[in-house]
């Protein structure tokens, strides 16, 4: 608890302070900053005294704003409709994804940034909403296409639109936003999407407009996008539609970056291109993309600088999806023979990323009984239960091995704690978890047991239900629709 406590104290502080910063000006931000420091050198201060001085700064009320966002739960939602005459209404609530907020909706002071096309020019407009709702003029003698509620991306609060708002946004987004924006689009809404404010089709729709982006970064951004959400919206029966939709949208950015780096590429180019691969591998099933990292596998083995280092995970990890018995134990024998961690650690995950009935029983075999360091124990069941995407918030039901991985875990659990400290049983959990709210009762009962109820177990078990509860229930709700989709814009083989 003390550690999931200290994580959001920190990232939403952190979040928060940017908010304000944005909003004040990095100048007189510094300024208050430096302020503050001065006053309070070799002495006692508490926050307050720090927002007071960016307030007297730049003119604005940092502290009772701060005190809204730091001294009461949630994160807000502003809701922007039009009003008529080049008006909008925004409105606040608290955002959701699973349940009901307990007692009264609480009320933020937010600092609501609004950009928005006004003839062939851009506009700025700069709202506090300090009440359920306030009507802003934009200023324009009618109501422009799209408004983006969050200019710089930098405000700590979720966002809505009408639908068609929606679209005209992201459609014009590569050409009139930012980068840090256009990610800002892509993590708004998937965040609406899990919370019911969004479909599932409209969402991969999204996806598939937000692909053609230059800015690796974005890019990245809709590949996370797509892990945090497609077991949810996908069923056995759309699999192999599903798999031609990804093969369709995420190969032209591949052939854009190309498949080798280029000199004097930027790293994030690099990152985004090792992506691509895991995605149009697992996810789009393309058998020349694993053909290409069976390459790659082969190749790094044979002479490690041959490789670009940006693609050597690739190349053992996705080049072991459809490896053999005599490909698996040379990667055992490189584990046992490798002297760095980093070498170790690679063909691990490589032994837990082949597909292979038989191979992923001795590879779970062989995390109990290998020559394996405490904190190497649970790398070949993660890499397993992760096979998918895994390209960033894992967010997802878990992966094609999710059950078999929950079933295993379980059944060796006294065997896992046994080689890792007490106070690292809890970490064990991530293998359990998945897109069923049926895993809750079973796990629930499994930790009764006081001998299993180990340091952050109970805590870890409630998040754990949270986003189980969040998955299924996504599922529920959108897989159907998405199937329909998929099978209307996929030709079928």
């Known amino acids: 608890l003390g550690e999931t406590a200290g994580e959001l104290t920190y990232n939403k502080g952190g979040a928060v302070l940017t908010m304000f910063e944005g909003w004040v000006g990095p100048e007189k931000f510094r300024a208050g900053v430096l302020d503050y420091l001065k006053a309070h050198e070799w002495g006692n201060a508490e926050g307050r005294d720090l927002w007071l001085a960016i307030g007297k700064q ?13 001294d009461q739960p949630g994160v807000p939602l502003v809701t922007l409709e039009p009003a008529g005459g080049g008006k909008v209404k925004l409105s606040q609530g608290r955002f959701l994804t699973v349940g009901e907020a307990p007692g009264q909706t609480p009320l933020w002071r937010i600092p609501v940034s609004l950009r928005y096309p006004v003839g062939d020019k851009l506009r700025t407009l700069r709202v506090w909403l300090t009440r359920p709702d306030t009507v802003a003029d934009l200023g324009a003698a009618a109501m422009p296409a799209w408004v983006m509620p969050n200019a710089g991306a930098s405000g700590y609060y979720r966002w809505r639109v009408p639908e068609g708002m929606r679209d005209a946004l992201t459609g014009a987004a590569r050409g009139s936003l930012t980068a840090r924006e256009r990610m800002d689009v892509i993590f708004n809404l998937t965040a ?68 080798v780096p280029r000199p004097g590429e930027r790293p994030g180019v690099s990152t985004s291109r090792a992506l691509l691969l895991r995605v149009l591998g697992d996810a789009g099933g393309s058998t020349q993309v694993l053909a290409y990292a069976e390459s790659l596998s082969r190749g790094y083995r044979n002479s490690p600088t041959s490789v670009p280092p940006s693609l050597v995970d690739v190349g053992i990890v996705l080049g072991a999806r459809r490896g053999d018995r005599a490909m698996f134990e040379d990667y055992r024998r490189r584990f046992e023979t490798a002297t760095l961690p980093s070498d170790r650690g690679l063909y691990l995950a490589g032994m837990g990323s082949f597909r292979d009935t038989s191979l992923r029983a001795s590879a779970l075999d062989y995390a109990l009984k290998g020559p394996l360091r405490p904190q190497e124990t649970l790398v070949i069941p993660g890499a397993m239960r992760e096979d998918g995407l895994s390209v960033g918030s894992g967010r997802g039901g878990g992966g094609m091995f999710s059950e078999e991985m929950m079933r295993w875990t379980l059944a060796h659990w006294d065997e896992l704690v046994s080689k890792m400290p007490p106070n690292f049983a809890a970490r064990n959990l991530s293998l359990t978890g998945g897109c069923a709210k049926e895993r809750e009762a079973e796990l629930k009962a499994f930790f009764s047991d006081p001998k299993r109820n180990r340091p952050g177990i109970q805590p870890t078990l409630r998040r754990m239900a949270d986003a189980m509860d969040e998955c299924s229930n996504l599922h529920d709700r959108e897989a159907e629709r998405v199937e329909r989709w998929l099978k209307s814009v996929v030709a079928a083989p």
């Open 58 to 70: 730049s003119g604005e009320d940092v502290d009772r704003a701060m005190a809204s966002f730091l």
């Open 192 to 259: 609406q999407l899990r919370a019911g404010g969004e479909h599932g089709d409209r969402h991969l729709q999204m996806i598939a407009t937000m692909s053609g982006d230059p800015e690796p970064e974005v890019l990245r951004a809709d590949m996370e996008a797509l892990d945090e959400t497609r077991i949810a919206l996908t069923t056995p029966t759309s699999s192999a539609a599903f798999a031609a939709w990804v093969r369709t949208t995420f190969d032209p950015p591949l052939r854009r970056l190309g498949l």
